[in-house]
């Protein structure tokens, strides 16, 4: 059975750097997309950064473009995360796919969560 486990979430003040990362285990994943999503409270799960199975694609939200980097290998995908905004404290998720959307319904893998504060 695939899972997914978010790790490296924090509070931070803005401007920090952040890294997360996602264990992949029970399977290599490696022909799915891979993505991090978002949620801050009362707000819709949004759509943050995505990448194919072997880095040579990828996909990023206007807001953290130039900002915010995804990578993966085949047991893991991060997302590291600079200049950081209160804006982007939300909760981010990890989530993987057959095919690349930035629709969360597309996804059918999920990682429980890991919190980001930033603090002004």
């Known amino acids: 059975q695939v899972q997914l486990v978010e790790s490296g979430g924090g509070l931070v003040q803005a401007g920090d750097s952040l890294r997360l990362s996602c264990a992949i285990t029970g399977s290599t994943l490696s022909s799915r997309i891979m993505a991090w999503f978002r949620q801050a409270p009362g707000l819709e799960r949004e759509f943050v950064a995505a990448t194919n199975w072997n880095g040579a694609f990828t996909s990023y939200q206007d807001s953290v473009k130039g900002r915010f980097t995804v990578s993966r290998d085949t047991a893991a995908v991060s997302l590291q995360m600079t200049s950081l905004k209160p804006e982007d404290t939300a909760v981010y998720y990890c989530?993987?796919?057959?095919?690349?959307?930035?629709?969360?319904?597309?996804?059918?893998?999920w990682g429980q969560g890991t919190q980001v504060t930033v603090s002004s």
């Open positions: 989530a993987a796919s057959q095919q690349y959307s930035t629709s969360p319904g597309t996804y059918n893998y």
